[in-house]
């Protein structure tokens, strides 16, 4: 779960940020979603992946993420377009505190597949306490 600084390229037109594979990020890009309209103090996440890994930025607006790899909680602002999250697979996310104009964008590694959701947090500790132990 380590944050990136995405490089910017500027001209005197303004900015663009690529996301390419291997360039920087270690996946190939099967999917990308984005959420945006959040209501007021509304929260998202709840939940880790078996597999998925994700690049998530908030490319307009900001929002609080709680990433937990089952070691240490860490908290990300995200509240810039060229700051991001790479978020691997068995980390608990949580997403709070969005602003009314966020829009957080998800590139991911696989297609949606709900199977690959782990929704329920003391199913997430067993997962992670087995995987340490293995
Ligand atoms: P969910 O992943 O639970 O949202 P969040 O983690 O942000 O709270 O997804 C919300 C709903 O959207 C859920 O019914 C599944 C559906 N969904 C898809 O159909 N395809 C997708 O790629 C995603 C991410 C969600």
Redesign the pocket.
Known sequence: MDAIDLNVISDDRGSLITIEKYLNIPFAIR?I?Y?FGTKEDVS??Y?AHRDLQQLIICVAGSCRMTLDDGVKPVNHILDRPNKAVLVRNLVWREMHDFSEDCVLMVVASEV?DERDYIRDHSEFLRLIRNAQHS
């Open positions: 999917r979603y959420i998202r996440g939940h949606y």
